[in-house]
């Protein structure tokens, strides 16, 4: 009864399938049948032209989009909580050579256009200081929360005003369409680059990058092999994606994660830091409380201190959700 | 009837099984069960202790095993030819932070200590000059031929007296050990990194960076993560690498590519730019008998003007070989 | 009557003469008979051996001193008004190809082993986090205060505990050295790397990295060439160096810009940010205080709302002083 | 008698006496008043709009003004002699983050459009290959000859076909200007950029990036303050340049080095690798030569084997170039 991450959870039958149907010889790298359908098959998902790579981790999907918005002397905001400052690696200096991660605050870690102002207005425009290029955004948030239309709309707005790239990091997009229920463009309205993840839904190993001005995808493509991550066997990369976005795929599994998520917190309310709007639920957990679960079989992240981070996928089962929401409600 | 490359080839079956057989939840990035056994299959495998990591693609392989031994003012030796220095998108320029490819010629794209040395002799020890840190060689070679261990005991006695590291870009190491017949490690003997190529020999996307100073390994997990090549089911790479490995598939499957290799180019010994030692096969062809082959239905790459470049793999059929072979003598 | 910084103060006159008698045909780069006292002459100084190395500004010392102690997937712990974090254009980032500042707060600017510790302890060592390796110190701080040796003790017993290196920015180091009247060592204790001032102190432009493991110079010498920071005429940068330190010609200037320091803060405690302990002072001023002293032929820089800097430098005029000091108490 | 380098003369009188004048408080980095007269001073030798930053090294003007030509994926097409290759620790590496140097030959250092077409030809534009991104010449050469203004032409016509960049490196432009006689734009043209040299030519430490676009300066004002070459006292730069390039003392000097150099070279057209066109003579000189050479009193590089570098400055004096003229005719 693993809740620990939904990033290494089972592949998706039907994502095992197309890769098998895509296991016969083909043009090696990028060149081959199924990759060449994604710039398409993404056009049509958002109802916007676009240019579609994929890689094989969030954090490639990620660092190699603000490439595309970023120099080498510029800087990035982002959320002190965002994947790309705390969980990559420093990821983000390395692909963009130094560029500064420039952080602020927000409630249930998304920043609204105020925090960014807050932060910014103070940078005197001279050489002795990192300019900001870019804002990155995660959706849904890395405390599980997601942004409506209407804060992306404010988002975007502010962006254009001050020249200043908008990325998205989607690594739990799908939970978040799943929870607004609103067109896939929507839900990253007005950013310029989204990391659409899949390897968190059902996928094995391949993310998409979406730049929605496809001629950015352009330089990119030279970065992505520069990085090592173009790989030959490609094909197998882009079915797996193109299983997941057919058909819905991706957002039939999105719900089931996102309904299971809701299922363990609605006992437990008092106990949320966050309100539950992916598939990841932040519970209030003494240490005590904690060892009481794991001894019960349920496996869990600590989040710091008396905080335990509960992360349901597409296949968790109906029943490990029941016990824990039990386990949860008895202790 | 491809023979472009095999580095597009398909999975082998015991591949695919060993994949399957992952899916079930472990835990994520590489801290599952596979993973975990893979220091101890290498070690055995080379008779001396291994610190192994996985990776999706040789680009990825060849870059971090080098940052083992170079800094970014430093330089690597190596042929002109080598897909370090040809084939990689400034690979190594992005992951050793701007560190120079010196450049040496060598029959068959295999470099000799005195190749190395009258390059290296040149460069006076100022800081005007970048100073040499590393050679890395290519077994079996971008031409298609194997180091000798002898040639191998030659090179490594070299670096050592030099105190340059020597890395090894084992593409296709498979090939190269079936060749030579020998043990693994005599195969790559000095090496302290070798990049052993799992991709071109049945797997989908695994390749495994072998350090043979385990401690090296400690530092590149964390340029790996940095990189974005930390993938979160890491464990259907450990899986593939695991799969070929055991009950040396890898080496049947280096065979069967090298036979068929052999067999085309039997007929054709008047055509050969380099002997055939693995599974690549240069052969002299004017433009008309290449198209005069294309027309036929062979698919394969030009390499350069009056040259093509064929290539077996595991998978060959031997019904397309003995059908090429054909045409070529028809020729 | 210019208070705006030291940084452009005019060059002392024995500054003059030392280098106009260094322009004498020589060996160029760092060849050259004067620069190959200065390992010497700081040893010395210090009664410890150093190596050394000159550079024209205070951001390549400060950034070629911390090359010797992160690596690019490193950290550098430094506070949060560090020149280095603030003031220096992203250098750091470019230098040490993408290692990540990490920032502490203080009081005065000045850094504690707590603070570090509250910072790094919650750093968990996997490869998802950006490690700490260094700890980068302001003496004088950035709020012109000056660590004692007892702090500096803490400090580097904390430093040498968690086995991160401990780099000195130096900019101001004279003015320190000043105010506290010990030895030189004793202002820099258990710093592994010194960026020694001479800018701010009487020189054009040359600026001393003191290695306190003269072996740790060895590298940084071929990242400066690289750098681009190798003078040719490089015995101009020794002869400025040698100048002011020779005949305490250093302690001699910083002690006449921290009296006139003290002088213009003598009737302005009330308004004081931070005490007066080097040759900077904070003031709180609205702005139409400040656009009265402007009126009145003063020259300084806002440093946020209601907040002055006032700096003075080793030629400052008394009577330019004396006339700050009754303006302000004018006010 | 030193011939071993240019680099390393004393400064011109007249340059000692403007940085003398520019003693007085100013305002620090480049915001000083003899800064802000380059952009108009180089404008009108130029006869063009030029953008113009100050910096202390040939090697830091190189690769700041290739950081506007060539991302970091790319490559610069240059002369395998070409200093940014043979001289520089590997800086272009550094300040283009990995970028690639691509080598042609041609006679006396100089480069051909043709020798160029038949490396860059071979270049597939894929993703595998680093693209050329500029080409980088030197005036004067490294072998002391000079690019005739039709040469230029050709070079900068087929730059724009290819949509290549165009940087000189003109650390002795000036010796190239006065061999030529023409108008300085014309001895550069079709460059995009140039970095021109001083320091070689009566100046202390200050070299000139001339944009010939002068928007392109602008990004190249953050990358010189992050490669911490943005000294506070730029004044004393500024003050270095506008002394020499005005009332043409530039041009005197480089006359004075190029005539001397001919004298040196008069008696000796037999041992002559390349035409003296600069201020450089590269002499066929024996073991034994050049050690009696050496045993009366004349200094000088070894240029390889058998080879010696002489080089003469603004400030070589008569007798001492006589001398040298009967010392080689003794021989």
């Known amino acids: 009864m693993q809740f620990h991450s939904d990033n290494a959870a089972s592949v998706h039958p039907r994502v095992w399938q197309a890769m098998q149907a895509a296991d016969t010889m083909d043009m090696g790298y990028d060149s081959d049948a199924l990759t060449a359908r994604l710039d398409e098959a993404f056009s049509e998902l958002f109802g916007v032209p676009c240019g579609v790579l994929w890689v094989a981790t969030g954090t490639a999907a990620n660092c190699l989009a603000l490439t595309s918005m970023v120099p080498p002397e510029g800087g ?11 969980d990559e690696g420093g990821a983000p200096g390395f692909y963009l050579h130094g560029a500064k991660l420039m952080l602020v605050d927000g409630e249930h870690a998304k920043i609204a256009p105020q925090a960014i102002a807050a932060l910014i ?3 005197r425009d001279d050489v002795h200081r990192v300019q900001p290029h870019a804002v990155s955004i995660t959706q849904a948030s890395e405390d599980g929360c997601v942004y409506r239309p209407e804060e992306l709309r404010a ?3 502010f962006c254009e005003e001050r020249e200043l790239g908008l990325h998205m990091d989607g690594a739990r997009f799908a939970n978040a369409v799943a929870f607004l229920g609103c067109a896939p463009r929507e839900a990253c309205q007005g950013a310029d680059a989204l990391s659409f993840g899949f390897v968190k839904n059902g996928a094995m190993n391949a993310e998409a990058i979406v730049f929605f001005d496809p001629e950015k995808a352009h330089r990119v493509r030279y970065l992505r092999k520069r990085a090592g991550h173009l790989q030959s066997k490609g094909r197998f990369l882009a079915a797996q994606i193109l299983a997941l976005i057919e058909d819905d795929l991706w957002l039939d599994n999105a719900r089931k994660a996102n309904a299971t998520a809701l299922q363990v917190g609605c006992n437990a309310a008092d106990r949320l830091l966050h309100p539950i709007e992916a598939n990841e639920i932040f519970l209030r957990l003494s240490a005590n409380e904690k060892a009481e679960l794991r001894k019960r079989g349920f496996g ?4 710091g201190e008396n905080v335990a981070r509960i992360v349901t996928a597409w296949n968790t089962r109906e029943e490990d959700v029941a016990a824990l929401a039990r386990a949860v409600a008895d202790l």
Chains 1, 2, 3, 4 share one sequence.
């Open 121 to 123: 207005d103070q940078i």
């Open 76 to 86: 990035v905001v982002c959320h002190r909580k965002a994947h790309i400052e705390a």
């Open 300 to 303: 869990f992240h600590d989040w």
């Open 155 to 157: 988002l975007s707005t």
